[in-house]
C-alpha cells in the first residue's frame, strides 16, 4: 500500500491530454465533438470523485469555444464543482491549451455540467458544498443564477407550449 495522498481537494480535478491527430476535423483542429467528450468525461470524474458515487449527465450549459484547439496541443482541463443540490452537482471546466513548442497557453474552452449521483436508478444525496474561498464563493452564485435561469427557462417554455396548445 502506497503512503500517496491526492494533494487536489476532491471538489477539484485536473488532466492534461495531448491532442492527437484521430481528434481532428476536416480543418485540422480538434474536433468540437471530440472536445465535449472529453468535458464530459472529466466532469464525470470530478463529481465521482467529490460523491464518492456513479452520477449521470443532466444538462450541459454555455460551452463557450473561445479559441480553436490545435493537433499537438496540450489541453488542461480545470474542474471544479461548483453548486451542489440533494443529488446535483454543477461542474464548472475551463480547458487550457498548450502550444509545447512555443509554450503559449490559451484559455479555450468553458462550460459548466450538471451531473446527478445515482446508486442503481435513484438518485442520491451528495456532500454539500461549502465555499470556503472568495472564488469559490463567486462560482457558487454564478451557478445558483444559472439553476435559477434553467428552471425559469423550463417554465416560460411550459407557457408557451400551454398557449399554442401542443
Known sequence: MSDFTNPIPAKELTMTVL???????????????ALL?????VAYACASRYSGRYVVTVSVDQVEFRQPIHVGDLVTFLAAVNYTGRSSMEIGI??????VKTRRS??????YFTMVAKSGRDSVS????VPETGVERRRNAEAKLRRE????I?????????EAQY
Do not use: Q, W, Y
Not at 19 to 28: E, H, I, R, V, Y
Not at 126 to 129: A, D, E, G, H, T
Open 19 to 33: 491532442m492527437t491527430p484521430d481528434k481532428a476535423n476536416f480543418s485540422g483542429n480538434v474536433h468540437g465533438g
Open 154 to 162: 423550463r417554465r416560460r417554455l411550459e407557457e408557451i407550449k400551454e
Open 37 to 41: 467528450k472529453m468535458l464530459d468525461e
Open 126 to 129: 451528495v456532500p454539500p458544498f
Open 94 to 99: 475551463k480547458v487550457v491549451t498548450e502550444d
Open 149 to 152: 435561469l434553467r428552471t425559469d
Open 106 to 111: 490559451t484559455h479555450a474552452v468553458t462550460c
